[in-house]
Protein backbone atom coordinates (compact mmCIF):
# COMPACT_ATOMS: atom_id res chain seq x y z
CA UNK A 1 0.00 0.00 0.00
CA UNK A 2 1.42 3.37 -0.92
CA UNK A 3 1.93 6.40 1.05
CA UNK A 4 -1.45 8.22 -1.33
CA UNK A 5 -3.38 5.51 -0.39
CA UNK A 6 -3.26 5.29 3.45
CA UNK A 7 -3.75 9.10 2.88
CA UNK A 8 -6.81 9.20 1.14
CA UNK A 9 -9.93 9.67 3.11
CA UNK A 10 -12.62 7.19 3.02
CA UNK A 11 -15.25 7.04 0.52
CA UNK A 12 -19.26 7.83 1.15
CA UNK A 13 -21.80 4.79 0.90
CA UNK A 14 -22.51 4.52 -3.16
CA UNK A 15 -25.95 4.65 -3.34
CA UNK A 16 -26.55 0.91 -4.35
CA UNK A 17 -25.02 0.25 -0.67
CA UNK A 18 -28.43 2.62 0.22
CA UNK A 19 -31.16 0.87 -1.23
CA UNK A 20 -29.25 -2.71 -0.19
CA UNK A 21 -29.30 -1.49 3.56
CA UNK A 22 -33.13 0.34 2.56
CA UNK A 23 -34.04 -3.09 1.77
CA UNK A 24 -32.93 -5.58 4.38
CA UNK A 25 -34.40 -2.97 6.60
CA UNK A 26 -37.57 -3.15 5.01
CA UNK A 27 -37.08 -6.61 4.52
CA UNK A 28 -36.65 -7.21 8.52
CA UNK A 29 -40.05 -5.09 9.08
CA UNK A 30 -41.49 -7.36 6.75
CA UNK A 31 -41.02 -10.57 8.76
CA UNK A 32 -41.23 -8.96 11.80
CA UNK A 33 -45.07 -7.99 10.57
CA UNK A 34 -46.02 -11.22 9.34
CA UNK A 35 -44.36 -13.12 12.48
CA UNK A 36 -46.43 -11.11 14.47
CA UNK A 37 -49.57 -11.65 12.15
CA UNK A 38 -48.49 -15.62 12.64
CA UNK A 39 -48.34 -15.18 16.24
CA UNK A 40 -52.24 -13.75 16.78
CA UNK A 41 -53.42 -16.80 14.15
CA UNK A 42 -51.69 -19.40 16.65
CA UNK A 43 -53.10 -17.78 19.81
CA UNK A 44 -56.31 -18.34 18.45
CA UNK A 45 -57.45 -14.96 18.26
CA UNK A 46 -60.31 -13.99 16.66
CA UNK A 47 -62.51 -11.62 15.55
CA UNK A 48 -65.21 -12.12 18.63
CA UNK A 49 -62.38 -12.11 21.19
CA UNK A 50 -61.95 -8.23 20.41
CA UNK A 51 -64.57 -5.61 21.19
CA UNK A 52 -65.12 -3.43 18.61
CA UNK A 53 -63.78 0.13 19.17
CA UNK A 54 -66.25 2.80 20.20
CA UNK A 55 -67.25 5.83 17.96
CA UNK A 56 -64.54 7.58 20.55
CA UNK A 57 -61.76 4.80 20.27
CA UNK A 58 -62.55 3.14 23.31
CA UNK A 59 -63.58 -0.59 22.72
CA UNK A 60 -67.09 -1.65 24.79
CA UNK A 61 -67.22 -4.02 27.60
CA UNK A 62 -69.85 -6.40 27.33
CA UNK A 63 -70.06 -6.86 31.33
CA UNK A 64 -72.27 -3.69 31.86
CA UNK A 65 -74.46 -4.24 29.15
CA UNK A 66 -75.44 -7.94 30.25
CA UNK A 67 -75.74 -5.83 33.90
CA UNK A 68 -78.27 -3.42 32.84
CA UNK A 69 -80.14 -6.24 30.84
CA UNK A 70 -80.68 -7.99 34.14
CA UNK A 71 -81.48 -4.97 35.98
CA UNK A 72 -84.60 -4.12 33.18
CA UNK A 73 -85.52 -7.79 33.57
CA UNK A 74 -85.75 -7.44 37.26
CA UNK A 75 -88.08 -4.25 36.75
CA UNK A 76 -90.26 -5.60 34.43
CA UNK A 77 -90.64 -8.88 36.79
CA UNK A 78 -91.34 -6.55 39.96
CA UNK A 79 -94.24 -4.52 38.18
CA UNK A 80 -95.59 -8.12 36.98
CA UNK A 81 -96.24 -9.12 40.15
CA UNK A 82 -97.51 -5.44 41.49
CA UNK A 83 -100.40 -6.00 38.38
CA UNK A 84 -101.14 -8.75 39.89
CA UNK A 85 -101.54 -8.12 43.38
CA UNK A 86 -103.27 -5.35 42.58
CA UNK A 87 -105.28 -7.07 39.88
CA UNK A 88 -106.14 -9.48 43.00
CA UNK A 89 -106.99 -6.46 45.67
CA UNK A 90 -109.36 -4.88 43.23
CA UNK A 91 -111.29 -7.87 42.50
CA UNK A 92 -111.85 -8.68 46.43
CA UNK A 93 -112.80 -5.55 47.11
CA UNK A 94 -115.51 -5.54 44.02
CA UNK A 95 -116.30 -8.90 45.13
CA UNK A 96 -116.89 -7.63 48.69
CA UNK A 97 -118.42 -4.58 47.36
CA UNK A 98 -120.98 -7.05 45.71
CA UNK A 99 -121.70 -9.06 48.91
CA UNK A 100 -122.50 -6.19 51.03
CA UNK A 101 -124.45 -4.52 48.41
CA UNK A 102 -126.55 -8.17 47.82
CA UNK A 103 -126.89 -8.16 51.34
CA UNK A 104 -128.12 -4.48 51.59
CA UNK A 105 -130.86 -5.53 48.83
CA UNK A 106 -131.78 -8.38 50.49
CA UNK A 107 -132.93 -6.73 53.89
CA UNK A 108 -134.30 -3.89 51.88
CA UNK A 109 -137.05 -6.70 50.09
CA UNK A 110 -137.52 -8.07 53.77
CA UNK A 111 -138.41 -5.36 55.54
CA UNK A 112 -140.52 -4.47 52.72
CA UNK A 113 -142.74 -7.98 52.24
CA UNK A 114 -142.85 -7.48 56.78
CA UNK A 115 -144.16 -4.14 55.96
CA UNK A 116 -146.49 -4.48 53.46
CA UNK A 117 -147.92 -7.91 55.41
CA UNK A 118 -148.37 -5.45 58.59
CA UNK A 119 -150.42 -3.26 56.86
CA UNK A 120 -152.83 -6.00 55.54
CA UNK A 121 -153.09 -8.00 59.02
CA UNK A 122 -153.93 -4.30 60.58
CA UNK A 123 -156.84 -3.54 58.22
CA UNK A 124 -159.95 -4.98 58.28
CA UNK A 125 -163.91 -4.74 58.17
CA UNK A 126 -166.65 -6.96 60.03
CA UNK A 127 -168.72 -6.39 56.87
CA UNK A 128 -166.20 -8.48 54.59
CA UNK A 129 -164.14 -10.62 56.78
CA UNK A 130 -163.30 -13.06 54.08
CA UNK A 131 -160.93 -10.86 52.31
CA UNK A 132 -159.25 -10.13 55.66
CA UNK A 133 -158.30 -13.46 56.02
CA UNK A 134 -157.47 -14.08 52.31
CA UNK A 135 -155.43 -11.44 52.41
CA UNK A 136 -153.26 -12.46 55.44
CA UNK A 137 -153.21 -15.74 54.42
CA UNK A 138 -151.68 -14.57 50.85
CA UNK A 139 -148.06 -15.01 50.97
CA UNK A 140 -148.07 -16.88 54.40
CA UNK A 141 -146.20 -19.69 55.78
CA UNK A 142 -148.14 -23.03 56.95
CA UNK A 143 -147.69 -22.71 60.83
CA UNK A 144 -149.33 -18.64 59.80
CA UNK A 145 -151.91 -20.20 57.52
CA UNK A 146 -153.15 -23.00 60.09
CA UNK A 147 -152.86 -20.42 62.68
CA UNK A 148 -155.48 -18.08 61.35
CA UNK A 149 -157.79 -21.07 60.30
CA UNK A 150 -158.22 -21.95 63.72
CA UNK A 151 -158.04 -18.51 64.84
CA UNK A 152 -161.01 -17.93 62.21
CA UNK A 153 -164.50 -18.30 63.42
CA UNK A 154 -164.10 -16.40 66.94
CA UNK A 155 -161.99 -13.45 65.61
CA UNK A 156 -165.32 -13.23 62.54
CA UNK A 157 -167.53 -13.31 65.24
CA UNK A 158 -166.34 -10.42 67.74
CA UNK A 159 -165.80 -8.24 64.35
CA UNK A 160 -169.21 -8.96 63.41
CA UNK A 161 -170.89 -8.40 66.76
CA UNK A 162 -168.90 -5.36 67.34
CA UNK A 163 -168.90 -3.94 64.08
CA UNK A 164 -164.85 -3.33 64.26
CA UNK A 165 -163.54 -1.51 61.30
CA UNK A 166 -160.03 -0.90 61.31
CA UNK A 167 -156.94 0.53 58.98
CA UNK A 168 -153.24 0.20 59.45
CA UNK A 169 -150.28 2.26 58.55
CA UNK A 170 -146.07 1.42 58.62
CA UNK A 171 -144.28 3.91 60.59
CA UNK A 172 -140.61 2.36 60.62
CA UNK A 173 -139.20 -0.85 60.28
CA UNK A 174 -135.87 -2.55 61.12
CA UNK A 175 -133.95 -5.41 59.88
CA UNK A 176 -132.58 -7.11 63.75
CA UNK A 177 -131.64 -10.73 62.91
CA UNK A 178 -130.08 -12.87 59.68
CA UNK A 179 -130.01 -16.40 59.58
CA UNK A 180 -129.89 -18.86 57.25
CA UNK A 181 -131.61 -16.45 54.72
CA UNK A 182 -134.27 -15.69 57.45
CA UNK A 183 -134.93 -12.42 58.25
CA UNK A 184 -136.19 -10.72 61.72
CA UNK A 185 -138.02 -7.13 60.81
CA UNK A 186 -139.03 -5.18 63.92
CA UNK A 187 -142.06 -3.28 62.61
CA UNK A 188 -143.16 -0.15 64.31
CA UNK A 189 -147.13 0.83 63.28
CA UNK A 190 -150.08 2.56 64.29
CA UNK A 191 -154.12 1.52 63.93
CA UNK A 192 -156.95 3.16 63.48
CA UNK A 193 -159.99 1.42 65.04
CA UNK A 194 -163.62 2.21 65.57
CA UNK A 195 -166.48 -0.07 66.84
CA UNK A 196 -170.24 0.32 68.02
CA UNK A 197 -168.78 1.04 71.39
CA UNK A 198 -166.28 3.47 70.00
CA UNK A 199 -167.64 5.22 66.80
CA UNK A 200 -165.01 7.97 66.92
CA UNK A 201 -161.90 6.00 65.26
CA UNK A 202 -158.56 6.00 67.66
CA UNK A 203 -155.42 5.75 66.73
CA UNK A 204 -152.62 3.54 68.57
CA UNK A 205 -149.36 2.65 68.40
CA UNK A 206 -148.16 -1.05 68.06
CA UNK A 207 -144.78 -2.47 67.85
CA UNK A 208 -144.72 -6.09 65.64
CA UNK A 209 -142.24 -9.03 65.44
CA UNK A 210 -142.36 -10.18 61.77
CA UNK A 211 -140.06 -13.34 60.38
CA UNK A 212 -139.23 -13.30 56.62
CA UNK A 213 -138.13 -15.83 54.49
CA UNK A 214 -137.37 -15.93 50.51
CA UNK A 215 -138.76 -19.11 49.11
CA UNK A 216 -138.45 -20.16 45.80
CA UNK A 217 -137.79 -16.60 44.70
CA UNK A 218 -140.86 -15.03 46.73
CA UNK A 219 -140.61 -13.82 50.27
CA UNK A 220 -142.91 -15.38 52.68
CA UNK A 221 -144.02 -14.25 55.94
CA UNK A 222 -143.27 -17.11 58.58
CA UNK A 223 -144.49 -15.54 62.01
CA UNK A 224 -146.35 -12.55 62.82
CA UNK A 225 -147.85 -10.84 66.41
CA UNK A 226 -146.66 -8.13 68.84
CA UNK A 227 -143.07 -7.81 70.15
CA UNK A 228 -142.33 -8.91 73.28
Do not use: C, H
Not at 44 to 55: H, L, T, W
Not at 133 to 156: H, S
Amino acid sequence: MTNDEQTKPPTEPTEVEDGAAAATTDGDLLVDENALTASVATAGVDDSDVAPPSPSGRRWSALPQSRAAVAVSAVIVVLAVLVGVFAYLYLEADDAKSTLENDAAQRAAAAEAASDYTTKSLTYSYENTDAFFAAVKENAGEALIKRYDEVRPTLTQIMQQAQVQASGRVLATSVTGDTDGEYTVMVFASQKTQNVQNPQPSELPTLLKVIVSKTAGSWQIQDYGPAE
